[in-house]
Structures are given as C-alpha cells and as structure tokens.
C-alpha cells in the first residue's frame, strides 16, 4: 500500500483516497464543514486547508488525491493562520446566536470556533439579514442566517434521497438555500439534512425546541419501522423519548435513517394510553389487576378449551429471545395453531433503506420456530377458523391485529376468550378478556435479525417500574444520574410493563413449567448453546454493529430440552 | 549559622500555656463588655449591598417579557442541579423562550454560577434572603415567583457589568 | 432521728436537689448561650420571654418534639441504655456534695447534703468513671463510625485523666485526712483553702476535670469537624437530650467539686468575727458556696469560647506527661506539708 506522512507520522492509504480520507482513516482529524465522508466532494468552505511539500500554496485536503510520498502539515503555523482566517470569515455573518439556537452543543461551528478560532471579529458592520424560519418541507425548518453555504443539503438530496429539491440562490453574501419552484424538501429522508447541516440552519421540526442535546442521554439501539433495521440512537431526557438519530453503520443504514422511522416509531411509548399493569374485562370494561390474578385468569379460561380451539399469533416484531420462549412455552402446552402475522406493505420499498416488510425481526422470528410445522394451522387458516367458530381462544403477542386490517375486528369478535399481551391500547385490545403489558422496543434488551440476516442488537432506554436506569447500565444523563425521587425529573411515568418473553414464563410458571431466565442475555445464551445458526455469538459479540448470520447454509434444528405439560 | 526564628520555637512562657490562655481569656472578657453587632431581625432588616447573593430570579422587561431565552446553561452549570428550564418557541425575534422555568430553592446553594453564564443577563441574584417553606413542592419556585421586573434588579446589574 | 424520718428527709433533699439540678442544667444552657453571644458580641437568645429567659423551656419542648431515630445498624438496648447511664451518674453524683454546713431547726440537726458518707470523694470518683460507660456504650451501639471513634477516644481521655485527677485529690484528702466532703470543707475553714496550699494540684484537678466532663479544649469525643457529633452524632430527641443535660449536670458537678476540694466550700473566711447569729451565718455560707460554683461554672464556659480545641496526641501528651508527674509533685508537696503543719 502507498504511504504518506501527515503531521510527522507515516499512514497508509487506498491509491484514490483523498488526503482527508486518508487521514480520517488513521484517526488524524482535519477540519471540514462541506467534505462527508458519504456525500461528492464540493470545496468550498475552504477549512480543510492544509500545506504539502512542495507545493507552491495551501491546498484543501477533501478534493487533493493522496499519493506516495506526501509529506502533509495539518498544524503547522501557515495552516493554522488561514484557519482562522477562513473562521472569521464565516463568523462575519453567522449570527451571535448559540443560546437561542438548537444545534449548541453539536455544532460544528460553534466547535471549530473554539478550536480553531481566535474568539475575536474584526467586523464592525451589521451583520446580513436573511430569511429566517422558512419551511422547507413538513419536516425541515431553515434559518437563512445560519447557513454557512456549504451545500451538504443539496449535496444529499440529489445524491443520497435522488431528489434534486434544493438548491443555492443569489450571490456572494446573500447565498442562500431553497426548494426548487414548486417543489418542497419533502423525500422520505429529508430530515437527514438536519443531521448532516453542520450549523443549526436546518432542524427537525419534530424536535425544534423540545430539548438541549447535553440534557439528554443517547442509547444505542435499532429502529423499528422496518425490516431494514437501522442503526439509530434513541435520545431520552426524564424517561421520555425526544428523538431518534441515525448511527453510522455501512452495512446496514450507512448514516441515514428514513423520516418515517424518525418520526413515527417511539410517540406510542410514551403516550398516555400504555397499558400500565395487567388488565381483566369484568362486566364489559378492563380493570386493572395483579400480575398473578391476570395469570390465574388467563390459566383458567385456557384450561376450558380443547387444544385445538387454542391459537397462538404473535408479531414478527418479537425481539428473537421473545420468540424464543414463546415457542418453546406454546409447544410445552402443545397447542399446534401457531404462527407469527406478516405485515409486507406492497410497493412502500424503495431502493435505499425502506422496506416492505414492516417488521423488524420476521426472519429471527422464524428461526424461533414460531410456526404451524408441528401440524397446526397457518395464520389464514387459524383467522377462517375463528370465523367459522372452530378456534375459540387466541393468545395475541404483541399484534394489533385490527389496526393492521380492519377486516380481523369481525373474527376477534367472535371469539370466547382473547388474550393480548399489548404495548398500548388499541382497537385489538378493546375486543381482549385479558391484556397484559407488553415492555416496548425500548424499553427492554433482545436482538433482532433483519432482512440481510444480520442480528442486531437492541437496548432499554426508558424504564419500566422494574427497571433502574443505573443499575441496569443504561445511559445517564447528567440529571438521571444525579437526580432523587423528590425531583421533579425524578417523578416521570413509569409504566408497570414486562418483556414479552418475561410475561411468558410467568404463564409458563402458572402452567406448572418453570423457565430460570432473569435476562433476555440468559435465553440467547441458551439459543447460542442449542442453535448451531447462533454458536459463538453473545451480546459482546454482537456489539453495536450487529453480526451477519449464515442463514443460508444452515439447517434449523428443532427447539430443544421440550418438555410437554397437559393443561 | 544563625538558628532561623520559627514560629513554632515557643518561648517558655508560651509553652506552659498558662499564660496564653489567661491572654485568651482575657481578650473574650473584655468583648463580652463592648458593644453588640446583632441586628433584630424582624424588627430590623438587613439590605443587603449589591454584591449580595439571595435567591436567584429571573429579569423580566417593562413589556412583561422574560429576557430569557432558555438556552439552558444555567441549568447545565448549576452544580446543584437546581434549575430546570424547558424551551418552546416563540413569535418573538428571539424565538426561544422558556414555557417553564423551575428553580428548586432546597437545591439552589447560593453560588451564583447560572448568574455568571447568563448569555443574556436574564437570571439574577437578588436580595432576597427570606426563603421558608413547610413542603417540598412550596420550595419549587417557577415563573410566577422568579420574574422580576429589571428596574428592582439595576444594582444588580450594575455590579455583575463592572465585575464580570 | 428515726428510719422513717430519715427516708422523708433524704426524700424531700433529692426531689429538691433533682429539681434544682435540672432547672440549672437548662439555664446553665441558657447562659452558656448568652456568654457565647457576649463574647462574640452578639446578643443571644432573647425572643422567647423577655430577655429569652424561657428559651430552656422551648428547647427541651422542641427536643420532646422531635423524632426519636434509632439507627437501622444500631444495638437498640445499648443504644438506649446508653443515654439512661448518662444521666443517672450525672444526677447522683451530686448526692454527696454539701452545699451548706449542718444547722438546727425544730430541735433537729440538718445538712445540706442528701447522704453524708464517709467515702463521699471515693464515691464521686467510682461514679465519674461509670460515666464512661454510657459514652462508650453509645459510641459503639450506634453502629456508626463516628460515634464508635467518638466513644473511644472519650474512654481513653477519660481514663487518662482520672489518674491525674486521682492523684490531686489524694493530696486534698492528706491533709483533710477524711473522705467524707464535709470533713474535707471543715478542714479548710479560714483561708486554710486548698488552692492557697496546693496550688499546682487545683491546677491539675481543674485540668482533668475538663477532660472529664468532655468540655472544650477536651471535647475531642465530640469534635464535631472530626466527628460530626461524636458518640451521640445517631442520637436524637430525648435520647439525645438525656446526654445534653449530662454533659451540663457533670459541670455543675465538677464545679461543685472543685468548690469543695478547693474553694474551701461554704466556708467565708473571717465570718466568725461578725458575731452574726447562727441562721445568718448558714445562709451566708450557702449563698457563698453558690457564688463560688457560679463562677467555677462561668468558667467553664468562659474557657469554652476562648481557648481552641487541642490535637488528641496533644491532649494525651498533656495527661500523661504534664498533667499526672504535676500531680505526683503536688502529692509530694502536700506531704512535705502535712509534716510541716
Ligand atoms: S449554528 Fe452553531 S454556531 Fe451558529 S448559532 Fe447555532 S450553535 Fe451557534
Ligand atoms: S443549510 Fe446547512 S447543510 Fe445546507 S448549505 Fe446551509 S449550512 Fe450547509
Ligand atoms: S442562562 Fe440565562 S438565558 Fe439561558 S436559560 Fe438560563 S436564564 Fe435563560
Ligand atoms: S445560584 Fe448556583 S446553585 Fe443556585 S440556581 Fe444558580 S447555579 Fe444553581
């Protein structure tokens, strides 16, 4: 591999990387504002300045191809000067606005100009005056007088998105951004822009104003919108969620997430209608009862039908430990009606990241073993049973069936006995005898698989009544780690709800089978034991880029250590 | 060379302390008999001089307006952790402002930092010493109790101009 | 006087004493207070009742009031018991001490003391040690680190003081050659006090004494910089209370001790040569006996806001190096005395 030297220190690079690639790669960082890494090289914000033998002037290290034998300077006195000059001039005009700004705290200006800058203007003139709070689209909000031009936005929608919808106007210091006549930024991955924006010039609308970044704690984890599974950082201040961002990962998602994921996948867990502690129907309305009444009850009434008037669908959203012991449990009572419901959205997919299948683990689902091979019936066959009156009672895992079509609100009507383990209220669980809360997404640790076959991770980041933020190693803020219960941060609602695959041992205790996990860790542990698909891997292993499994190749065993129980 | 005289080379007197303690004794005799400085405090008030640290408050304008523009370094600042400040937008030119503004008076300690960072001189501390509460919750001081119109703060601001 | 009589009479002298005992314990709080005003020239307490006369009574309602907290860690009976001890040595110790010489009255001889025993002094001393045992129970029943340091360090200031303090005393009892304290007070009648004799031990005596009763410049037991409160940081309310008044009963004692052993008791000298009559001269006599243990008790608190506190390396240097050969020299020079007079 050719060499070059940056800073006194020799590094090896691709033939066709550019100086700042090179250098990036070896953990040398040179600063830039219009260079990313993901999007065509512009230029133009002149900060990425660096000085290389022989030759005659500064050059920009984000367009200068790397070659054998460079010798780089990124700090030496020249650089450093223009590197203030090329700060004032951005400063001339960029408003004194931090404390009214959203991006403070992760803006790259406001970075550089304590790095890189000498704190003082020159500039005694007013400062420019442009449009501010223009929308952009229904997601985007722009504030003329930040943008520092440097074309990122532009850049991505006709690159990344493939929509050519924004644009420069005008000239010199009245530059400025704008959707195209008669367009609007409206691409499913607008609000992307508000990420890469290195200024606090375009933001989230969704997010505007909700909360300081340093306020907030970042856990690592995976959006739920689809099967593609992107990477993403869930933000919660008080136990409640305020924003998703994507995270970097180029085997899944790159640094890009689709706005529907962004928006539209974590409102429901904090929303007013969770389902806080387990619930019975008594005399027509749901009361809310002890987790062991709701055992009893749901033991009871199962107790009254044949088996073959049982069934069993669960989502194909199940975390894969939850599908797991579902399986395991459902084939412990010997119940054959078993399936997981699909929910493939024709025609929603597109080349980028969004996927048709809308859930998140369909194929760990699978793998689980959460299926109709021990000579039960298929999902369609168990909905024209219940219509015909042949299947009576269903345990519904985390599905709101009707909210997924309409048409099923007719056969769950029909039933004798309903039970749902549920997130929120919804029209399914209207229709429920029993309702037990489900712990959601993020609220509770598992894996998913996602269409590639890549098993990824998945993290708490609201807590549930059982769960502590600390001791549970979940990320703190610095209000969550130094907060008490008399604090007003300290009181936020935390909902009585437990992980599907821990609602399922209670059953299956109240069953008479006894399941020793404590830790969604424990039952992959076991599947990691049992599952040749999975040998070798544990939640370390898997870590935060997740793992691709041989799927492929692989022959699934059958479910081990059964053991079968009458009811 | 000289031995060096060091303060801990006590003389014999001193060192059978009989002496010093009788100096010592004497001295707090003797004050028992001069005058007082206590103040009656009910009766009597103490106005504290501009560099004084009561509670923290917030500015507001002659128009009703908070100056603050909830940018949440105070909150961030305050060692105690006794602010607790929520932005929302606003039709205003500076178009953050805080929906809430909390300070928790049995957190606060009186240190004047969120003072100190203030980018916008909104937050203030004031003369006020006389904090009692009998709960919890009364010890919560939100807007209604912060907002202070800035012409009862001007000595403040004077003070905090000329030596910040 | 017959059995009966005698139980009325000692009855009658311990409700009186208690009481008297406990309203000085509470004003000696109260002036402990406004002599630490005074010397920090400020004024004190003086809101409840004019002057704040009756801030005593607040402070004992308020300590009434308040919860009693047993720490979780703590040996619950030690850690009552504790306090209990407290207060019992503090209060019988002083049944012992005469305030008053013996009179007449209705045909029948009076003292001013509860119980005149003969070993009175030996007494006191068994009882001052017992003492120790309620700071150390505290200290280590509590289950806290600072009572527990508090409590040790109280035993062996204490037991290094007594050596000291035992010591001057046997030079009192040389020449009294009795230890019953009234004996000890008849025997310094004029100005035959045993601070003019045996001035190096008063100075010892009213050393220890200090470390006995833990008050600056000894209170290491409870430095509170060190200790937050020392072995009564987990105590509380009445418990709390019980140790608050002893440590105020125990001066009051000290006070009345050194009076006796030294300040010639209720003696005044020269009184005889008035001629006053027999009534006169014993109230004279205790009222000069009161006087003396007021000003013993002024300063002891007057030396509690001047003087800092000592290191406790300091503390035992002085006890055993200073303070125990002094009281040797003090015993030789007492009866070098003896053989003179
Ligand atoms: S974009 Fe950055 S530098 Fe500009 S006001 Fe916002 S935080 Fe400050
Ligand atoms: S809006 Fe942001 S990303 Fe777009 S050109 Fe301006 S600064 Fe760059
Ligand atoms: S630092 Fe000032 S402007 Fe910012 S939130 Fe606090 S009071 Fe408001
Ligand atoms: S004075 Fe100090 S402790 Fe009080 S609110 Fe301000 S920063 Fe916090």
Redesign the interface.
């Known amino acids: 591999m050719p060499k070059l030297i940056i800073d006194g220190k020799e590094i090896e690079f691709n033939p066709g990387q550019t100086v700042i690639q090179a250098a990036k790669e070896n953990g040398i960082d040179i600063p830039h504002f219009c260079w990313h890494p993901s999007l065509s090289i512009s230029g133009n914000c002149r900060v990425c300045l660096v000085e290389i033998e022989k030759m005659p002037k500064l050059v920009i290290s984000c367009s200068t191809p790397a070659t054998e034998g460079m010798v780089v300077q990124t700090q030496s006195e020249k650089v450093v000067a223009a590197r203030n000059a090329v700060m004032e001039f951005f400063l001339i005009n960029h408003p004194l606005d931090c404390p009214i700004c959203d991006e403070a705290g992760e803006c790259k200006l406001q970075d550089y100009a304590y790095q890189h800058s000498v704190g003082e203007s020159r500039f005694t003139e007013e400062k420019n005056h442009k449009e501010k709070r223009v929308e952009l689209g229904p997601n985007v909000m722009f504030d003329g007088e930040r943008c520092i031009s440097c074309s990122r936005c532009i850049r991505f929608c006709d690159e990344i998105a493939g929509k050519k919808e924004l644009t420069f106007i005008k000239r010199g210091d009245r530059v400025t951004i704008t959707t195209f006549p008669g367009k609007k930024l409206e691409n499913p991955y607008s609000i992307n822009v508000t990420d890469i924006c290195p200024v606090g010039a375009l933001t989230n609308r969704d997010f505007r104003f909700k909360s300081r970044v340093w306020e907030m704690a970042p856990t690592k984890t995976i959006c739920s919108g689809c099967a593609r599974g992107c990477n993403i950082d869930v933000w919660t201040r008080n136990n409640e969620i305020l924003r998703l961002t994507p995270r970097f990962n180029n085997d899944v998602n790159s640094y890009w997430m689709c706005d529907n994921g962004r928006l539209n996948t974590f409102k429901h867990i904090n929303a007013n209608d969770r389902v806080n502690g387990p619930h019975i129907r008594k005399e027509g309305e749901l009361i809310k009862v002890g987790w062991d009444e709701a055992y009893a009850k749901t033991l009871s009434e199962l107790k009254s039908f044949a088996k073959d008037e049982i069934a069993v669908l669960t989502s194909a959203s199940l975390t894969v430990e939850d599908a797991y012991l579902v399986s395991k449990f459902v084939r412990s009572i010997n119940v054959k009606n078993f399936d997981f419901v699909k929910n493939i959205v024709p025609g929603s997919g597109d080349a980028i990241l969004i996927q048709e299948d809308k859930t998140t683990n369909a194929k760990g689902v699978e793998l689980m073993g959460v299926d109709s091979s021990k000579g039960g019936l298929k999902f369609d066959e168990i909905i024209s049973h219940i219509e015909s009156g042949r299947i009576k009672a269903v345990v519904l895992i985390e599905q709101d069936l009707i909210g997924l079509n309409s048409a099923f609100e007719k056969a769950l009507a029909k039933l004798d006995f309903l039970v749902a383990l549920a997130t929120n209220f919804d029209t399914t669980t209207s229709l429920a005898n029993v309702v037990f809360p489900a712990s959601t997404y993020a609220e509770k640790n598992g894996t998913w698989i996602n269409f590639q076959g890549r098993i990824q991770r998945i993290r708490p980041a609201v807590t549930t009544i059982e769960m502590e933020r600390s001791l549970d190693g979940m990320s703190l803020s610095r209000w969550d780690k130094f907060g008490t219960d008399f604090d007003s941060w300290g009181k936020s609602q935390k909902n009585d709800a437990r992980p599907t695959w821990k609602i399922i041992s209670g059953l299956a205790n109240a069953f008479g089978t006894k399941y020793k996990f404590t830790m969604a860790e424990e039952i992959f542990n076991e599947i990691a034991h049992t599952n040749p698909l999975f040998s070798g891997l544990d939640y370390d292993v898997i870590g935060e880029r997740g793992v691709q499994l041989k799927t492929e190749t692989m022959q699934i065993p059958p479910l081990a250590g059964q053991k079968k129980v009458k009811i | 060379m000289a031995k060096k005289n060091r303060l801990k080379d006590l003389s014999f007197g001193q060192r059978i302390y009989?002496t010093e303690?009788l100096k010592?004794?004497r001295?707090?005799?003797k004050?028992?008999?001069?005058?007082?400085?206590?103040m009656q405090y009910p009766e009597v008030k103490f106005d504290p001089p501009a560099s004084y640290r009561g509670r923290p408050v917030l500015a507001m304008e002659e128009n009703g307006q908070e100056r603050c523009?909830?940018?949440?370094?105070c909150?961030?600042v305050c060692p105690a952790?006794a602010i607790?400040v929520q932005?929302?937008?606003t039709e205003n030119e500076?178009?953050?402002y805080p929906v809430k503004f909390?300070i928790?008076m049995l957190?606060c300690i009186f240190c004047g930092f969120c003072e100190e960072v203030c980018?916008?001189e909104a937050i203030l501390m004031s003369k006020d010493y006389e904090l009692a509460f009998t709960n919890?919750a009364d010890a919560?001081y939100g807007k209604d109790k912060l907002l202070t119109p800035v012409s009862k703060l001007q000595d403040r601001i004077n003070f905090v101009r000329q030596f910040k | 006087m017959g059995i009966l009589e005698l139980i009325i009479v000692s009855l009658i002298k311990i409700i009186v004493i208690a009481v008297v005992m406990l309203l000085t314990v509470s004003y000696l709080v109260y002036f402990e207070r406004k002599i630490a005003a005074w010397a920090q020239n400020r004024i004190g307490p003086n809101r409840v009742g004019p002057a704040g006369i009756f801030q005593p009574f607040a402070d004992v309602l308020k300590l009434l009031l308040k919860e009693d907290i047993v720490p979780t860690a703590a040996n619950k009976y030690m850690h009552t018991l504790a306090p209990m001890i407290a207060l019992f040595v503090a209060f019988s110790t002083f049944a012992v001490l005469p305030i008053g010489p013996s009179f007449t009255a209705f045909g029948k001889v009076f003292s001013f003391v509860v119980a005149d025993v003969n070993i009175g002094i030996l007494y006191v001393l068994a009882l001052t040690s017992v003492g120790v045992y309620a700071i150390t129970f505290s200290g280590w029943s509590s289950g806290s680190k600072y009572s527990l340091l508090g409590g040790i360090r109280s035993s062996a200031q204490m037991i290094s003081y007594e050596i000291s303090m035992g010591f001057s005393v046997a030079g009192v009892i040389l020449l009294a050659e009795s230890l019953r304290p009234i004996a000890i007070v008849n025997a310094q009648s004029g100005w035959m006090w045993n601070i003019v004799l045996q001035p190096i031990g008063f100075i010892t005596f009213l050393v220890s004494a200090f470390a006995e009763t833990n008050r600056l410049p000894f209170d290491l037991p409870e430095a509170e910089p060190e200790l937050v409160g020392g072995y009564h940081t987990e105590y509380s309310s009445m418990k709390f209370a019980a140790f608050f008044l002893s440590e105020y009963a125990n001066m009051i004692i000290s006070s009345a001790l050194i009076v006796t052993l030294y300040l010639g008791g209720w003696q005044i000298p020269y009184l005889e040569m008035l001629k006053l009559p027999a009534g006169w001269v014993v109230t004279l006599q205790v009222v000069a006996f009161i006087l003396k243990l007021i000003f013993i008790m002024f300063f002891f608190i007057w030396v509690r806001w001047s003087i800092p506190r000592f290191r406790y390396d300091q503390l035992m240097n002085i006890g055993w190096k200073v303070m125990f050969p002094l009281s040797l020299l003090n015993l030789l020079w007492v009866a070098i005395l003896a053989m003179i007079l």
């Open positions: 009989i303690i010592g004794l001295l707090t005799l004050n028992m008999f001069l005058p007082k400085f206590t523009v909830a940018c949440g370094l909150s961030r952790l607790e932005a929302a937008e500076k178009e953050r909390e928790n957190r980018p916008e919890r919560i």
